[in-house]
């Protein structure tokens, strides 16, 4: 290929994807490009001599009526074999395009096309690893390119041959070294993409071309030069009065009031001494910039604020979407950085191992040449900029980073590590995003020994708090699987059938006796372990299928432990649990040792394939070990300490004690919160649309672990007019939850059938269960409900990401879910119309959370239902229904398939959460459904 090639870039559109059946086309689009220009197009319908499945025509708008006339593909056969002839074929997705056109030519009596090929797909995955889809349609959305028909080959051949232009382009900016790096590893490309690279760095070795004065070269791999963070020292003064705020608001945005209002209570608070703020600010008024703006004046006097969201995907969007709106708005640039737990940042001495392994399977090739080129742009190292669904492919567990304290002064990538870079600036950075995952572990990061003042804390999502400070501070020590890795590593170091530590022995890399101390060190790890698992099972043995409840949404049982009973198990097994704490200390260090030298060998050019396998393999085994190990200080604490502990057994639901193990978490988030995170800043604000119980502030200061007296609540006011824009139905003939499993799972079924036959409307059903979505989705399928509506199912047709990504694209889709679809998933518009709850939302009495609670409360005179699971079901049922309308042109109803918020006593205390405005009716679901009709219009 050269500058002269000139490249057909194809689309056809088929019957059907199965050439044996004898599916036909039925349009034919080519755009040829030269020089990266269009210079000619061709396109045409084809009549396939059958009818157009109704599938195809809904697809592509393509009808039976409109190739009627059309020419037979008999008819066009040369027109096309001429077309295609001396060119590069060129498609999205040519292992569909190529092979069919090749099939169809064939059948008629011409040869096959023997001409090269290129797939946009996957240079599209290479040259713009960062897209959030690689489908034609995203792609044009994503690069801004028209797309005017799409499933038109005339239109999708078009927007084709512009994406193939943009990534010609693209790899001309491309460094020779990153280049060097994927021709090594292209041979796995997809026909004769490969040859695109190979000519690339061939005219970038001839001109010899440089890198630009933003990135440098480390170990081999191009990188961006980092930029150290600074205070901005400026001096504008926050908008005091209405006026000044509309002229920062209204020339992009429109004006709120209540969030003008949210914005003058948090910069009051950060000038005042009261300590705690807490604002419960409804969907719709604009949050974000609610306490954004006050920050970012604040922060201007080398100030800084540290703001933490409630997930990593929410921190993505303060800092990828929110900031630059800020920094647009305002007449001054807000510097930030975002920090978020080590494991979703890239190991670049990992990575450039991996580099270094001859590669033997065509997905993890793909992906290295992905990440080369990522590296080559990215400024912070966030393997989530690849916006993978999942990090399943096996690459991962190999570069996610492990933390500052896996990395060494002596790797050629200690100055340049990403992680490393960023601590370094966060004592000079104005705002810093986090979460609330690593604010609970990475408190120190934060602290007042520093050369500015104690920064400020707003938490977004402040609700998620306490149960994410739980989560962070639980532990699990899996005695099966220390066990496991012990035999691991012995097989590696003394096998005698592969190459093994008696190799190394022998180049002198270790002496004898350092090899039989190992060894040693490690089989008393093993036999101390073992003695635990015999004790523990002696002890707790038999208690195991009389006691043990479930786990939320597991395959586990669980047997919850008294603190008293534990502490003395633990002193009667003092000398087996003090010698695994000394066997890791003595295994930490001999990995230590082994790493060095390794190092330093492989310097010297002394380490060859078998040497090196081994030794990554060891290393692999031993990081994996002291992972599995690093909570084992636990049972070096005192009753007392153990007493602020739930703690449990959990172990597969068959009661298989060879796989218990053992698990701990905070009994409650109180006086951690305080005494290990608040006190590391000075003022503290807390928001979030779901923070308030009406009667009940208590709830919430309980909740956040408020200890001092002076703190102050604000409720902001909704923009929406839920009178007329939102209805609630309660079934008030819903069957009783109590049924059998198999009665209360038909009606579901059968309720769910009916409400959504009679409405085609985007669909949001929520669960409490991932068993009983999978079952009432049985029944649904025998119904044949997803024969002509898309159902997107929750633990069976994808992860909650994807869900949520088709479920915004799909047109009268209905999903089925639970978990993080209760909150936290914005669906505007008609994204969401209709919203079924099919059971209140109660954890079940039996679940580890509230019989831990149950064991908490006892003695204390305190009932767990009214103090722990109504509130937290009440809260859950508010968030459920704050999916339904997120602007003020939503139209939508929630229907209640479980008539207890209306028979029973706390009913009117759930219900009092939802909007005061909202139109309750109770009638049977035959009333509802007509009822609908009138609402939607």
């Known amino acids: ?77 040369a027109t096309i074999y001429a077309i295609l002839q001396d060119t590069v074929f060129v498609a999205h997705n040519i292992n569909f395009d190529l092979p069919f056109i090749n099939s169809e030519l064939e059948r008629v009596g011409y040869p096959a096309l023997t001409i090269k090929g290129i797939d946009t797909v996957q240079l599209s995955q290479i040259l713009l690893p960062t897209s959030p889809s690689f489908k034609l349609k995203d792609l044009s959305q994503y690069l801004n390119l028209t797309h005017e028909n799409p499933h038109h080959a005339d239109s999708d051949a078009h927007v084709t041959a512009e994406l193939f232009i943009y990534l010609l382009k693209r790899l001309e900016e491309i460094p020779s070294e990153t280049l060097f790096e994927i021709n090594r590893l292209s041979s796995f490309l997809l026909r004769d993409t490969k040859e695109l690279f190979t000519d690339a760095y061939a005219i970038k070795q001839a001109n010899q071309e440089r890198l630009s004065d933003e990135q440098h070269i480390v170990g081999g791999l191009v990188l961006q030069r980092s930029k150290q963070q600074t205070f901005n020292l400026i001096n504008y003064e926050y908008p005091e009065n209405e006026t000044d705020k509309k002229k920062i608001i209204e020339p992009q945005l429109s004006w709120r009031s209540e969030q003008a209002k949210m914005m003058d209570l948090i910069a009051n608070h950060l000038k005042s001494r009261e300590r705690t703020l807490i604002i419960e600010a409804p969907t719709g008024i604009g949050k974000t910039l609610g306490y954004l703006i006050p920050a970012a004046y604040y922060a201007q006097k080398q100030k800084q604020i540290v703001i933490s969201s409630a997930t990593t995907l929410l921190q993505t969007q303060l800092m990828n979407q929110s900031l630059p709106l800020l920094n647009k708005l305002l007449p001054f640039r807000t510097s930030a950085i975002s920090l978020k737990g080590s494991n979703h940042y890239i190991n670049l001495a990992e990575f450039k191992k991996e580099l270094t392994q ?65 601590y370094k600036q966060v004592e000079s950075t104005s705002i810093v995003f986090t979460n609330h995952a690593f604010l609970m572990k990475h408190p120190d990061l934060f602290n007042s020994d520093r050369t500015i003042n104690t920064p400020e804390l707003i938490v977004d999502e402040a609700q998620h708090l306490a149960d994410v400070a739980l989560q962070a501070n639980k532990g699990r020590i899996r005695f099966w699987k220390i066990i496991n890795l012990c035999d691991s590593l012995l097989t590696s170091i003394q096998s005698s059938q592969k190459f093994s530590f008696n190799n190394l022995m022998e180049i002198n890399f270790l002496t004898v006796g350092e090899n039989r101390q190992l060894l040693a060190d490690i089989r008393k790890l093993r036999e101390s372990i073992d ?83 081994l030794l990554n393999r060891v290393h692999r085994f031993f990081k994996q070990l002291f992972t599995e190990i690093k909570v084992w200080n636990v049972f070096d604490q005192n009753e007392t300490k153990l007493n602020e502990k739930v703690l449990w057994l959990s172990f597969p639901i068959n009661g298989q004690t060879d796989k218990m193990q053992f698990e701990f978490s905070l009994a409650d988030s109180t006086h951690f919160l305080s005494d290990s995170i608040y006190r590391h800043f000075n003022h503290l604000t807390f928001t979030g649309a779901t923070l308030l119980l009406p009667g009940n502030k208590n709830y919430i200061v309980d909740q956040l672990d408020i200890q001092e007296d002076n703190y102050k609540i604000e409720k902001l006011g909704s923009p929406f007019d839920y009178s007329r824009q939102a209805e609630l139905y309660i079934a008030n003939d819903s069957i009783d939850v109590r049924s059998s499993k198999e009665m209360y799972e038909s009606y ?92 209140l939302p109660f954890e079940s009495p039996e679940s580890l959370n509230v019989k831990a609670k149950e064991k908490e409360f006892e003695g204390q005179g305190r009932d767990v239902f009214s103090e722990y699971s109504l509130p937290r079901a009440t809260m859950r049922l508010k968030q459920g229904f704050g999916r339904l309308i997120r602007t003020s042109t939503d139209k939508g109803v929630m229907v209640v398939l479980d008539s207890r918020l209306v028979n029973q006593s706390y009913g009117e205390q759930m219900i009092g959460v939802l909007p005061d405005k909202l139109p309750i009716f109770n009638e049977p679901l035959s009333d509802i459904i007509n009822d609908l009709d009138g609402f939607f219009g």
Request: proline fraction near 2%; hydrophobic fraction near 40%; include cysteine.
């Open 531 to 613: 003695t635990l698992i015999r004790q523990f099972t002696r002890e707790y043995g038999r208690r195991i299928n009389r006691n043990a409840v479930n786990k939320n949404e597991t395959n586990d049982k669980a047997l919850i432990l008294k603190s008293t009973e534990l502490a003395d198990l633990i002193n009667r097994n003092k000398i087996a649990i003090e010698s695994v704490s000394k066997m890791v200390l003595l295994l930490e260090k001999s990995d230590g040792i082994l790493q060095n030298r390794y190092i330093a060998a492989k310097k010297q050019q002394q380490i060859g394939r078998d040497e090196n396998q």
């Open 1 to 77: 290929m050269n500058k002269n090639t000139i490249y057909a870039v194809v689309d056809i559109e088929t019957t059907g994807t199965n050439l044996k059946k004898g599916d036909r086309m039925i349009q034919f689009g080519c755009v040829l490009v030269q020089k990266n220009k269009i210079i000619n197009s061709f396109s045409f319908d084809i009549n396939p001599g059958m009818a157009i499945p109704k599938a195809i025509t809904e697809l592509t708008g393509i009808t039976n009526r409109q190739i009627r006339k059309a020419a037979y593909f008999e008819d066009v056969a």
């Open 358 to 422: 001859k590669e033997t399977s065509g997905q993890i090739a793909l992906m290295k040449i992905r990440i080369l080129v990522w590296l080559a742009a990215t400024k912070t190292g966030d393997l989530d900029e690849l916006r993978l669904s999942s990090y399943q492919n096996p690459i991962f567990n190999q570069i996610k980073h492990r933390g500052v304290g896996s990395l060494m002064l002596t790797d050629q990538f200690f100055e340049v590590d990403f992680i490393n870079v960023l």
């Open 748 to 839: 579901l079924a059968d309720s769910i059938y009916q409400l959504i036959k009679a409405q085609r409307r985007q669909t949001l059903i929520l669960f409490n269960s991932l068993e009983t979505i999978a079952n009432v989705y049985e029944l649904l399928a025998k119904k044949g409900l997803h024969i002509d509506r898309e159902l997107l199912v929750q633990g069976i047709t994808g992860r909650p990401e994807k869900l949520t990504k088709r479920f915004l694209l799909g047109k009268d889709a209905i999903l089925l879910g639970t978990g993080s679809f209760w909150e936290g998933v914005d669906l505007p518009n008609d994204r969401l119309e209709l919203l079924v709850v099919t059971r």
